[in-house]
Nanobody, 126 residues
């Protein structure tokens, strides 16, 4: 089992920034898809950003492109989500997820991920 430990959530005003962290434990391979997903009250879970640790390639939802940035520290098996220019619409529970496959056709599709973190809340006020 891959354990995912998240941190960095909190409350900020619109226009502010947060950095979320997701560390994978019990897994030493570098070839993982790691993604960030979020779910707001009354809305379905949506993919925010993803990264393939084997290459560093990144993927973003249109709603966050240009504002959010996903990155990795391979030595720590950790993926970060830098969130800038936060908007009230970004308010949600943010989840880290991981999948050990060679290739994913839809890296932002939640049902393709096996391992999930506990979630960390992000609240953005006007």
């Amino acid at each position: 089992q891959v354990g995912l430990v998240e941190s960095g959530g909190g409350s900020v005003q619109a226009g502010g920034s947060l950095r979320l962290s997701c560390a994978a434990s019990a897994y030493t391979d570098t070839r993982l898809y790691m993604g960030w997903f979020r779910q707001a009250p009354g809305k379905e879970r949506e993919g925010v950003a993803a990264l393939y640790t084997g290459s560093g390639r990144t993927y973003y939802a249109d709603s966050v492109k240009g504002r959010f940035s996903i990155s990795q520290d391979a030595a720590k098996n950790t993926v970060y989500l830098q969130m800038n220019s936060l908007e009230p619409e970004d308010t949600a529970m943010y989840y880290c997820a991981a999948e050990n496959v060679i290739w994913m056709s839809r890296p932002l599709f939640d049902n393709d991920y096996t391992y999930w973190g506990q979630g960390t809340p992000v609240t953005v006020s006007s």
